[in-house]
């Protein structure tokens, strides 16, 4: 069966967001964000709002859930499902194409995502031979093996990105936060690091914060 693809905004609009949920959400859990970003930004953008695939999160002992990749352990450090993060990045990816072949520059196309989302939207952004405008990831992370790092390119080095980090995240520590915007900077992307007292979720300051940091890439 398709997976939910929920589109917001003109299709006539000049820049597109493509945005993901988390772990066990969906299009229709993050749509709320995309509404509140779409009518600040105003009728030039558009979003594109995919669904994760369902499948087996070891995690959560074997249970099936919507998930860009696998959890294999509480610890987001081990065991990384790189597989499963380059399926869905490629998928991501061919997104990103589609709207590339209807005449929409890269420089036009922003990435993002929460959590496990925004994993996928920094690596897609980062595997790709072109730079798009800009990717905000927000209480992520960014794996750092080897046979992912190995793959990034060269012209995403030019790829802005914010990086929006929870102090009181129940999930990602702040040592991955830190590991993942000093790898970035390291290699040469403009980084935005924006810290919130919150837990793992997303409010509106943080959301007006990535507001102003779309406009001022615009």
């Known amino acids: 069966m398709e997976e939910e693809l929920i589109e917001l905004g003109s299709p006539t609009a000049s820049k597109r967001v493509i945005l993901l949920h988390g772990l066990t959400g969906t299009a229709s859990v993050i749509r709320p964000v995309a509404e509140y970003l779409c009518k600040r930004l105003g009728e030039d953008y558009s979003f594109l709002l995919p669904t994760a695939p369902i499948i087996k999160v070891k995690q959560f002992n074997g249970e099936s859930a919507h998930a860009w990749f696998d959890v294999k352990s509480s610890d987001f450090r081990r065991e990384a499902d790189i597989d499963g993060i380059f399926e869905s990045s490629d998928r991501i990816a061919s997104l990103v194409r589609s709207e590339i072949s209807q005449g929409v520059s890269p420089k036009d196309?922003?990435?993002?995502?929460?959590?496990?989302?925004?994993?996928?939207?920094?690596?897609?952004?980062?595997?790709?031979?072109?730079?798009?405008?800009?990717?905000?990831?927000?209480?992520?992370?960014?794996?750092?093996?080897?046979?992912?790092?190995?793959?990034?390119?060269?012209?995403?080095?030019?790829?802005?990105?914010?990086?929006?980090?929870?102090?009181?995240?129940?999930?990602?520590?702040?040592?991955?936060?830190?590991?993942?915007?000093?790898?970035?900077?390291n290699r040469g992307n403009p980084v935005l690091v924006q810290k919130y007292d919150m837990k793992h979720e997303i409010r509106n300051r943080e959301l007006d914060d990535v507001i102003e940091w779309i406009k001022s890439l615009a």
């Open 109 to 185: 196309i922003y990435l993002g995502g929460f959590s496990q989302g925004g994993v996928i939207a920094l690596t897609t952004a980062l595997l790709e031979p072109f730079a798009v405008a800009g990717v905000f990831a927000l209480s992520s992370y960014l794996p750092l093996e080897d046979q992912l790092a190995a793959q990034l390119t060269d012209a995403s080095k030019e790829v802005p990105i914010f990086q929006g980090v929870s102090l009181n995240d129940e999930f990602i520590s702040q040592e991955m936060s830190d590991k993942a915007s000093a790898f970035l900077r």
